[in-house]
């Protein structure tokens, strides 16, 4: 009897270990696809020969950003189901809706701004300051343009990164044990750098820095308090906690890096400053 029921914990203690690993893959493997899909989807349009997109037709970005809009809420469901704790599922499905809506809203807007930059629309200046816009007749369609880029800019992204954001900060309130042993696999450590660039590119390119700011003011007020109950961050845990310190890193140098740049400044008035990557690419690097 002793051996059966050594056999039995010993199963079950195999059972749990590998639910573990199965919830850092899905982190990791989460990171690694929005990454390729979101992150490369630009960079690719400029790669990739006109004459095998063209202008009226979808572009590889495009096909990326479509991947990306259906991969990413289906990884985030399948993530929230291995989360240790329920989560409300009302206000996890909610979040998904109103996150595919919104990226959607935003791969509309984000494939027309694409082909004006190839037109030789300049993402540092504002849509009526732009050469090719501003002399548009009648007028009544550069507000349409705008209409456009508040569809994209403001709008798309309000509805794509707000619920975005809650269903990670949702997922790590349940990334909390009791146990002290729990370590960060090292493919999680090797991965961290790449997944903090993907948020840095979400933050400075969607101007969501204020929504960041508030989700880790949030994540360090949980942690405090966790703590004082006993509890410690689990391995996905600290994969999401170090994540967002090493972005916030990468924010700071990229702000100090563009402090004193007087174009930027006029595009992104105000006291939070955090220039567009795009802005910068059409400012100091297509004219060069």
Not at 14 to 28: A, E, T
Not at 55 to 81: C, Q, R, W
Not at 109 to 115: F, K, L, V
């Amino acid at each position: 009897m002793n051996e059966l029921y050594a056999y039995k914990t010993i199963v079950e203690l195999q059972r749990i270990q590998s639910n573990l690993d199965n919830i850092i893959k899905k982190s990791i493997n989460h990171a690694e696809k929005t990454t390729v899909c979101s992150f490369n989807s630009g960079i690719f349009e400029i790669v990739m020969p006109l004459e095998w997109f063209p202008l009226n037709k979808p572009s590889v970005g495009d096909y990326f950003h479509m991947a990306y809009n259906v991969i990413t809420p289906f990884l985030l469901l399948k993530l929230i189901e291995r989360s240790p704790t329920a989560l409300p599922r009302s206000a996890v499905y909610l979040s998904i809706i109103t996150f595919v809506m919104g990226a959607s809203i935003h791969l509309v807007g984000d494939s027309i701004n694409h082909r004006l930059i190839l037109s030789g629309y300049q993402l540092h200046l504002s849509v009526r300051e732009n050469p090719i816009i501003k002399d548009l007749k009648p007028t009544s369609l550069i507000d349409s343009f705008e209409l456009l880029y508040y569809y994209d800019e403001h709008l798309g992204h309000c509805m794509w990164y707000v619920p975005f954001f809650l269903i990670l900060f949702l997922y790590f309130t349940g990334c909390f044990t009791q146990a002290k042993d729990e370590r960060m696999p090292y493919s999680g450590w090797l991965l961290l750098g790449p997944s903090a660039v993907y948020y840095w590119y979400l933050i400075t390119e969607g101007q969501i820095f204020v929504l960041y700011v508030f989700t880790f003011f949030a994540m360090v007020a949980t942690v405090m308090r966790q703590r004082r109950m006993g509890f410690r961050l689990d391995s996905n845990g600290c994969f999401l906690f170090y994540n967002f310190i090493i972005t916030l890193g990468l924010v700071l140098v990229w702000v100090a890096y563009l402090w004193n740049d007087e174009v930027l400044r006029k595009k992104y008035p105000g006291i939070i400053y955090v220039p567009e990557p795009w802005s910068f690419y059409t400012l100091h690097i297509k004219g060069s």
